[in-house]
């Protein structure tokens, strides 16, 4: 139940809702409202600020006699401190699974995200567009896109580059066969009526397979070579044609971003504000569930100062190392800019904080059941949900794993700064 979940709760008297409503913090919540009765279903929701929102629900006034009133229901509030909207949205959904189930996804008015499968097991392998990708064919699924008619486009022109079939039936090839528009135009192998062997078909479906897996690098690299070696042989009417179709390949790469990638190996770190002024919340998506978040200390770290209108630094408080007095520095020219402090803390090395983000991700990476197939469209689609906004909106930041499964651990570190900074700065808002 969600009590279990929920960090801090106080019970509540509808006659002196005020008493109640005094001893709520007006910051950035995920609360939920206990009737009387044990079995009934508690209202879950999440806000910027817990003691107006609950004020609207549980203090009745006579200016709004329309507005939704529930404090002659409810006996108890429970409430967690959330420090970002991505992290409000994740506990909601966790709270609302443990309540609904499968219907948490219609509660929280969240679509299913959008896939294009490479349909692999068949003879003959052509792709498609899925709201629902199969945990056994993950391997072949490819997203999240950020709408299904994103996905479709990405695959309408993703197949323009090959000879792969578009057609949706179970092939019996057969010379008889009349074939399709797309054979006509020799935009496809017509395997149909045997217009190519098996092993050539297998060919241009493998490399397909491999367009969609690198986002189009596999690709890219076999042109871009052909394309160097063919300018360096002065054979320059070949080398412009290879030009043009690095730049349609380029082009269609472009439709899908960094987040798509095969469901099987998709793997994400997301940083968000904290609760804790002195705290980042680290999210890892691993293995079709969004875990966290684990807090990531900033104590000690020096951060960038964004208001000051350049690169100078400045230190936040520090836990782990007393305070050196030095010496008053010496003037500097007019035109230079440094912090003016005789207080300056001694830096901690890189080492711990690398260390320090490395047992963050290793506590979010300690196995767990695997998710229901509710549960993994659910953490899919606020993943893409968050991804997809505009980045003026999209509060927090997104690392893949490099080719070998390894963090960038340093970038990670550099990104904590720039949201322990916005955070400071209070341009964190939910």
Avoid at 25 to 53: D, F, K, S, W
Avoid at 223 to 243: C, G, I, K, P, V
Avoid at 321 to 340: C, G
Wanted: glycine residues 6%; contains cysteine.
């Amino acid at each position: 139940m969600p009590s279990e979940t929920l960090s801090q709760s106080l019970p509540f008297d509808p006659a002196e809702p005020k008493a109640a409503l005094s001893q709520l913090p007006q910051t950035a919540a995920v609360y939920a409202l206990y009737g009387a009765e044990a079995h009934a279903e508690p209202y879950i929701g999440r806000t910027p600020n817990l003691r107006a929102r609950l004020a609207r629900l549980l203090q009745p006034s006579p200016k709004h006699p329309r507005r939704l009133q529930l404090a002659g229901r409810v006996r108890r509030i429970a409430w967690q401190l959330t420090g970002s909207e991505f992290e409000s949205l994740l506990l909601q959904f966790e709270l609302l699974q443990g309540v609904y189930g499968p219907k948490a996804l219609d509660r929280m008015h969240l679509g299913a995200p959008a896939f294009v499968r490479f349909l692999g097991s068949n003879a003959y392998p052509r792709i498609t567009v899925t709201n629902r990708p199969s945990q056994r064919e993950a391997g072949w699924s490819y997203g999240p896109f950020q709408s299904r008619s994103a996905a479709e486009r990405f695959a309408d022109e993703a197949l323009k580059l090959f000879l792969l079939r578009r057609c949706t039936d179970d092939l019996d090839p057969n010379p008889s066969h009349p074939g399709c528009v797309y054979s006509e135009m020799k935009m496809c192998l017509a395997p149909c009526y045997q217009g190519c062997t098996d092993d050539r078909y297998a060919e241009e479906a493998s490399a397909v397979e491999s367009f969609l897996a690198t986002r189009g690098d596999s690709r890219l690299v076999v042109l871009r070579s052909q394309r160097d070696q063919t300018s360096a042989n002065l054979e320059f009417e070949a080398a412009s044609a290879l030009h043009a179709q690095v730049q349609r390949v380029e082009v269609v790469r472009s439709l899908a971003a960094e987040l798509v990638r095969p469901l099987s190996q998709l793997r994400a770190v997301i940083l968000q504000a904290a609760p804790n002024p002195d705290e980042v919340a680290v999210f890892l998506f691993d293995k079709g569930r969004l875990r966290g978040p684990a807090a990531f200390s900033t104590l000690g770290m020096r951060i960038q100062n964004e208001q000051s209108g350049s690169s100078s630094l400045f230190a936040q408080p520090m836990a782990i190392e007393p305070v050196v007095e030095v010496p008053p520095p010496e003037p500097l020219p007019q035109d230079a800019t440094r912090e003016s402090s005789v207080a300056a803390p001694a830096r901690i090395p890189r080492s711990v904080l690398e260390t320090r983000m490395e047992a963050a991700l290793a506590a979010l990476a300690e196995p767990s059941t695997a998710p229901s197939a509710t549960e993994r469209q659910g953490y899919l689609a606020l993943l893409k949900r968050w991804y997809y906004r505009p980045e003026v909106r999209r509060t927090g930041e997104i690392f893949f794993p490099d080719s070998e499964g390894q963090w960038p651990i340093k970038a990670m570190l550099r990104a904590v700064g720039r949201v322990a900074a916005k955070m400071l700065s209070g341009a964190v808002r939910q």
